[in-house]
């Protein structure tokens, strides 16, 4: 099973960019599709963004669209989160998953999960 470890977060004002990073560790990374969720203190965790496999295809929540790009490397095992334009709502702590599969469906179930990382943005 993947090890995954976030970095990238931080304290930022609204309007400003950050970039997460999701390192992971297991022969199994570059044969499934991998997702950003993030959870907000006395909010249920919230699907942000999936990749595919092979980076083909990426999919996003409505709120973030526009703004956030996902993206990985799979010859280096890392998957990205680029977040543009960022605003007070996308507090959060952000985790990196890797699903079961090797592409993204709303059904995907993941299974390996990273311990996550802080994006707290001021107003």
């Known amino acids: 099973q993947a090890q995954l470890v976030e970095s990238g977060g931080g304290l930022v004002q609204a309007g400003d960019s950050v970039k997460l990073s999701c390192a992971a560790s297991?022969?199994?990374?570059?044969?499934?599709?991998m997702g950003w969720f993030r959870q907000a203190p006395g909010k249920e965790r919230e699907f942000v963004a999936a990749i595919n496999w092979n980076g083909g295809s990426a999919y996003y929540v409505d709120s973030v669209k526009g703004r956030f790009t996902i993206s990985r490397d799979n010859a280096k095992n890392m998957m990205y989160l680029q977040m543009n334009n960022l605003k007070p709502e996308d507090t959060a702590t952000y985790y990196c998953?890797?699903?079961?599969?090797?592409?993204?469906?709303?059904?995907?179930?993941?299974?390996?999960w990273g311990q996550g990382t802080q994006v707290t943005v001021s107003s």
């Open positions: 998953a890797a699903s079961r599969s090797r592409a993204y469906s709303k059904n995907s179930r993941f299974g390996a």
């Open positions: 297991g022969r199994t990374f570059s044969s499934v599709a």
